[in-house]
């Protein structure tokens, strides 16, 4: 199992930009895939985006293609989402998670990740 712990959320403006990090603890985080999520309030948790366990993969959703990327250093067991023109709507607890299985591609479905961090807080403002 992996654990993990988000930060780098915070209060920005339109257009700006915030990179979050997602440290993780075990031995075998370069073995799983990562996923992040975000969840606005009153609404469900939201894809956002994928890697590979190995970092040579990513896959976004629609809404944030072309300006979140995410990347990871396995040396470090961290991952990363760097969020670019930044949007109002961008506005949700963002998380990050763990594949459920090793060497697995667990698409989009939050069922298929294992292992969650505690979120961290995104505002954008006007």
């Known amino acids: 199992q992996v654990q993990m712990v988000e930060s780098g959320g915070g209060l920005v403006q339109a257009g700006g930009s915030l990179r979050l990090s997602c440290a993780a603890s075990?031995?075998?985080?370069?073995?799983?895939?990562m996923g992040w999520f975000r969840q606005a309030p009153g609404k469900e948790r939201e894809f956002v985006g994928i890697?590979?366990?190995?970092?040579?993969?990513?896959y976004y959703a629609e809404s944030v293609k072309g300006r979140f990327t995410i990347s990871r250093d396995n040396a470090k067991r961290t991952v990363y989402l760097q969020m670019n023109s930044l949007q109002l709507e961008d506005t949700a607890v963002y998380y990050c998670?763990?594949?459920?299985?090793?060497?697995?591609?667990?698409?989009?479905?939050?069922?298929?990740?294992?292992?969650w961090g505690q979120g961290t807080q995104v505002t954008v403002s006007s």
């Open positions: 890697i590979t366990w190995s970092g040579d993969n990513t």
């Open positions: 998670a763990a594949a459920r299985h090793t060497y697995s591609w667990p698409g989009y479905r939050p069922e298929a990740f294992g292992s």
């Open positions: 075990g031995r075998t985080f370069s073995t799983y895939a």
